[in-house]
């Protein structure tokens, strides 16, 4: 794996994705205007992505002409498509804590 900066013109997103996530594309690079881009687009050797699709979307929306991608190379097409499964499937499992939630919200 290397860490690379990337023109957003060399990613390409997965044409069988088959997260919808267009709602979120907002939000994302909102979040991405107040906070800045830190987690890199995960993509596989041939710059294809395997994680980070919306925040693909998001740096595009907000002009950007290159992301930080991790570029994993090596991976199994079966390995590919179970991380892009699991990276998307696994966060519904979590829940909030309620009490911390509100804290945090509070002293923002």
């Not at 939000?27 to 919306?54: F, L």
């Amino acid at each position: 794996m290397k860490l690379e900066r990337l023109k957003l013109a060399e990613v390409k997103p997965y044409g069988n994705n088959p997260r919808k996530n267009d709602g979120a594309v907002n939000a994302v690079a909102e979040s991405i205007r107040q906070c800045s881009y830190i987690t890199p687009i995960i993509v596989d050797e041939n710059h294809v992505v395997i994680a980070g699709h919306t925040r693909y979307k998001a740096l595009m929306a907000l002009g950007e002409d290159s992301a930080e991608c991790l570029i994993c190379d090596g991976l199994t097409e079966e390995q590919k498509k179970k991380y892009r499964f699991l990276d998307n499937k696994t966060g519904e499992k979590a829940t909030w804590d309620l009490m911390k939630l509100e804290v945090e919200l509070w002293t923002v």
